[in-house]
């Protein structure tokens, strides 16, 4: 679908209904929320980690994220929907028409209750970290393990990725972040060579499995029970890691809402129940990861901010990437 597209289903869906409809967009996906559901649309795209340039990949993907999504969160996955259009009027979830796109319906929660609004009001707990480091050691020790070895050129390649946002950076940062660049591609590369037999240990010993991909502040709900959500579907490359680097996620995160009590304290609570990291060289293996995933958030802001066209928006866009490539280099000094 389109985005003209997207604003006249939304219209229709306005006309259908007396509960608010409002429109959430991410850098590859449009979320409408109507009432208590929630539809995801994903943007017809293609990227080095993503296809969803047909409907019918688009289809593929809205099935897995379903299957995917409920091994943990079951209860917000709920079914996949087509969009039809039907004399020029677009409908979600209609049984007749054409279908021209699908979407993954979920059970709308407490936007109140999101990890990163909490955090930044200050109203994360202590119990709820530790709530949250059990949840996710239970679903981590639960997951698939994945015995493939690990591909550390690969994993090099997606780090040295970072180096498609240097015209970004060379544009709207200082001197000091484009060295960073440079220099983190660069550690990277010594760092993976010289621990790669230390990750195919860790694969040998089951530490490698699959996971969620994307575990951070804003796919996280802070219920009594914690709900993660929007695990990664488009790739599995992005899903299938070591423990580590999806912990490291969520730390990293953390740190960087300067919550830096909050991340030891999930690490800590982590490893009581799933011992991950046994001796100072597993250590900075999971500094090396909250590197690489301070590399990712840095992409990521990158990407939305090439699609961002107000200044405003744009200006806080890229102080986010100055702000992961920092903590980025940050990490790496530390390894």
Known sequence: MTKEEIKALIGTMKKQTSQDVSLIETHISWVILEGSSVYKIKKPM???FLDFSTPEKRRYCCYKELILN????????????PVCVK????????????????????????QDKLMNHLLRKNEVAHHQIITLAEKIARFHHNADI?????A??????????????????TKHLDGHCQAVVEKAIKKSTEFLQSHANLLNMRVREGFQRDVHGDLHAKN?????????????????????????????????DL????????????LETYLKHLPAIRDEEEMKLFIYFKAYRANVRAKVNALRAKQEKQPGPLKKITEAVDKYLRLMDYYLNQV
């Open 70 to 81: 409920r091994r943990i969160a079951r209860e917000v996955y709920l079914e996949v929907v």
């Open 146 to 150: 994945i015995v493939d070895a690990f």
């Open 87 to 110: 004399n020029d009027s677009y409908y979600i979830q209609a049984k007749e028409g054409v279908i021209i796109d699908y979407a993954v319906k979920m059970k709308r929660l407490d």
């Open 46 to 48: 293609q990227y080095s």
């Open 255 to 266: 740190e960087a809402n300067e919550r830096h009590d909050f991340s030891k304290l999930l």
């Open 152 to 169: 550390w050129r690969s994993f090099d390649e997606k780090f040295a990725d970072l180096g498609g946002i240097r015209e970004f950076v």
């Open 220 to 252: 996280i709900f802070l219920y009594d029970d914690p709900v993660i959500f929007d695990c990664i579907e488009f790739s599995d490359d992005h899903r299938q890691m070591d423990l580590l680097n999806e912990l490291a996620f969520c730390c990293m």
